[in-house]
């Protein structure tokens, strides 16, 4: 049973710093690459970042580029989320997935487990 809970959402004011993360029971992160999503109400869910099984190789959002870090610690199943310089616009909630392959992966259908999500809200 794959198994992923994201954690670390909030109310922040803009210009602040939320870290995220995303704890994968058992067998979950199984040398797979891992990436978080987001869906703000009435949007469709949009690709942040991802991260390779090994860590080497990262990609982002245009729109997050430079204020969001995505990392992982294998030997703790965890996936990170460091977002900082938090705007109005980041406001959503956050899913992270796992992915079919161990490398990067920029596409919904490129993943096949979910997280329930985490709520991250900016105030202007």
């Known amino acids: 049973q794959v198994q992923l809970v994201e954690s670390g959402g909030g109310l922040v004011q803009t210009g602040g710093s939320l870290r995220l993360s995303c704890a994968a029971s058992g067998r979950s992160f199984d040398r797979r690459g891992m990436g978080w999503f987001r869906q703000a109400p009435v949007k469709e869910r949009e690709f942040v970042a991802t991260?390779?099984?090994?860590?080497?190789?990262?990609i982002y959002a245009d729109s997050v580029k430079g204020r969001f870090t995505i990392s992982r610690d294998n030997a703790k199943n965890t996936v990170y989320l460091q977002m900082n310089n938090l705007k109005p616009a980041d406001t959503a909630v956050y899913y992270c997935?796992?992915?079919?392959?161990?490398?990067?992966?920029?596409?919904?259908?490129?993943?096949?487990?979910w997280g329930q999500g985490t709520q991250v809200t900016v105030s202007s």
């Open positions: 997935a796992r992915s079919k392959g161990s490398g990067i992966a920029i596409t919904l259908s490129m993943y096949n487990y």
């Open positions: 991260i390779s099984w090994a860590g080497g190789s990262t």
